[in-house]
């Protein structure tokens, strides 16, 4: 037996194959088009690993997806890969159609191909398993409730409605074609090989570099965030015992404002990694202008999960912020590898002229 699994270079699908192969023998194929996200130097721990299998190419490229699946004949496929940074997706959305929206329309079509020919128990044995992300739900106020399967879809920044369309095309190959999916949405994740254009490795690198910490606007802007470990556990157990059709909302139990969540990484570093002068790192921190569109808060009722199929996460916030401040410490070459590609581009393009003085 083998899974399949698009985006395994980016940071969840990379820790997603890194704890699939520390628990199972059953064999990966990874399909990565190797994005500015994608980073194989991640996965270099599984050099030479027999049960590992690595293919660069687009996940809307339907010769390849259709040749993969007739030479590894997957019982499942675990769909990762995606357009994954909100800011990006305001500067330019058109990748985050193609990608998210088109390409995740060439994968149903290609698995749905294999899926139907299937031999009658493999064909009921298979699962299409679709990551997904609590953005598609909208924004909550401090007062609402937060974010059940059951809440309406009403996604606000390019990068969450080309999501939401996903979801809704995984839905409809389930209802209209019999294609068993299942699909998960997850709160924000952080830990080791997050690429640092998200807030907490950005908010680390840029503290170990001297530069600043960028918060946006009034800096309370709530997320619930979950360990990427919990999350790749939570993805093993759906896989496993998930509901065809049904759709399982992740998350940490861990609703903070992002300037606690910078706040705490710079507590971290102040005990960790303390500066040579004495000042704590909460010094380097500016509010910068406000994402246009900026949810206030997102929040996950992970009841179902728990209660269905007896999935909680391991970590508090305390616990996994704690690891990946360390991580991030212990690998100073993976962040400056990181620092010398595309990255630094990137980090001109969006920060300069917006900081305000
Ligand atoms: P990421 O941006 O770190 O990685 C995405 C990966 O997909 C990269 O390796 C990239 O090379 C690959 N990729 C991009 N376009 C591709 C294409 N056309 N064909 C093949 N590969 C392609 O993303 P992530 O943070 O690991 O997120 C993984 C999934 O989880 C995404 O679907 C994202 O929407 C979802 N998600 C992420 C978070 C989070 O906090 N990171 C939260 C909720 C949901
Ligand atoms: P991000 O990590 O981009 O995830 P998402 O937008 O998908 O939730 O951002 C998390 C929160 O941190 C979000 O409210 C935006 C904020 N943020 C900053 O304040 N400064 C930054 O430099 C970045 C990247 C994000």
């Known amino acids: 037996m083998t899974i399949l699994i698009t985006g395994g270079a980016g940071f969840i699908g990379s820790n997603f194959v890194l704890d ?22 991640n996965l270099a721990s599984l050099q030479g690993d027999a049960r590992y299998v690595f293919k660069q190419g687009d996940l809307g490229d339907r010769a390849l997806v259709d040749c993969l699946l007739a030479e590894y004949r997957p019982r499942a496929v675990l769909h990762f890969a995606a ?51 609590d953005e598609v739900y909208g924004t909550l106020s401090k007062e609402d409730r937060p974010f059940a399967e059951t809440n ?21 190959w389930h209802h209209t074609y019999g294609l068993p999916v299942l699909t998960t949405n997850c709160s924000n994740n952080y830990g080791p090989y997050h690429f640092p254009e998200k807030l907490i490795p950005l908010m680390i690198v840029n503290a170990l570099a001297g530069k ?22 939570a993805i093993r157990r759906v896989l496993e ?51 246009p569109g900026h949810d206030r808060r997102y929040a996950i009722d992970a009841h179902k ?34 620092q010398s590609g595309a990255y630094r581009d990137w980090v001109n393009l969006h920060y300069t002229e917006e900081v305000v003085a």
């Open 20 to 41: 699939w192969l520390a628990q199972s023998d059953e064999p990966i194929v990874n399909l990565d088009k190797l994005t500015y996200a994608g980073n194989l130097e």
């Open 83 to 133: 357009e994954s940074h909100v800011d990006r997706s305001i500067h330019g959305p058109e990748d985050f159609i193609q990608t998210n929206i088109v390409g995740t329309f060439r994968l149903l079509e290609a698995i749905r191909a294999y899926w139907s020919k299937l031999p009658e128990a493999e064909k009921t044995a298979f699962r299409f398993l679709h990551v997904s992300t």
């Open 152 to 172: 309406p879809y009403a996604p606000n920044s390019p990068y969450s409605a080309s999501k939401a369309a996903s979801d809704h095309l995984v839905r409809a």
């Open 212 to 233: 600043s910490l960028p918060v946006y606007g009034d800096g309370m802007q709530i997320r619930d965030w979950l360990y990427v470990k919990d999350h790749c556990s």
């Open 241 to 291: 015992a998930g509901v065809i059709g049904e759709t399982y909302n992740v998350g940490g139990w861990n609703e903070k404002p992002n300037i606690e969540i910078v706040h705490r990484v710079c507590e971290l570093l102040d005990e960790l990694c303390p500066k040579a002068n004495g000042n704590s790192y909460k010094a380097q921190i500016t509010h910068v202008v406000d994402r």
């Open 305 to 338: 999960i728990e209660r269905e199929l007896s999935w909680k996460p391991a970590e508090t916030f305390e616990t996994g912020i704690r690891k990946t401040v360390q991580w991030y410490l212990d690998n100073p070459e993976w962040v400056r590898h990181v």
